[in-house]
């Protein structure tokens, strides 16, 4: 036999995209069954967790109030990125109940980033500084005739017992009373 005989043409490919084929278009019962329990399972937890966070079944999850009203005693940690629930992203913004608040009264130096030296020492004590009064117990949140500012962030004063903790920065030196307008640096 010669060696032309005996070699025959075969081409793999051909034969794996035929078995390919029929394993794509199988779909059994028991993979729909499963990817639907699935699904559902993902639903139920996406829409029962506020539910269960709240610990209460029975009242609607709280939302950051527009006028003026204590919030709960709350603990404060601190969120240099993203969102976050209760927790400090700088000296005049912080996340409460998933809601962003910057502080209308005051303007205080920035951390992310800072242009020198001087500022970012001033914004991570100013950062600190805030995280410690929002942590020492209830605070009202005071709506201004802005409801949010151009990143839609709350506009809020936030006041203890009629003061203005912005106010508690800014005789610590730690921000400038703010008005609107242009801010200055805190670069010298």
């Known amino acids: 036999m010669k060696m032309a005989e005996m070699t025959q043409h075969f081409d793999f490919r051909e034969h794996l995209d035929k078995r390919r084929r029929r394993r794509v278009m199988v779909i059994s019962r028991r993979d729909i069954g499963i990817t639907l329990s699935g699904m559902a399972t993902t639903a139920a937890a996406v829409f029962l967790w506020p539910v269960t966070a709240n610990g209460d079944a029975s009242s609607p999850p709280q939302k950051l109030v527009s006028h003026s009203a204590p919030a709960p005693t ?5 969120c240099h990125t993203g969102g976050g629930v209760n927790c400090v992203v700088d000296g005049d913004t912080f996340w409460i109940d998933g809601e962003k608040v910057r502080i209308a ?9 800072a242009r020198c030296a001087e500022e970012q020492r001033l914004g991570n004590a100013a950062t600190d500084r805030l995280q410690s009064l929002l942590n020492q117990g209830n605070f009202e949140l005071r709506s201004i005739s802005r409801d949010t500012d151009r990143y839609g962030r709350k506009l809020r004063v936030v006041e203890r017992d009629g003061e203005s903790l912005g106010g508690v920065l800014v005789s610590e030196g730690l921000a400038r009373f703010y008005e609107g307008g242009r801010r200055d640096g805190w670069c010298a």
């Open 74 to 78: 709350r603990y404060f940690g601190k």
């Open 105 to 113: 009264d005051i303007d205080t130096p920035e951390t992310h980033p």
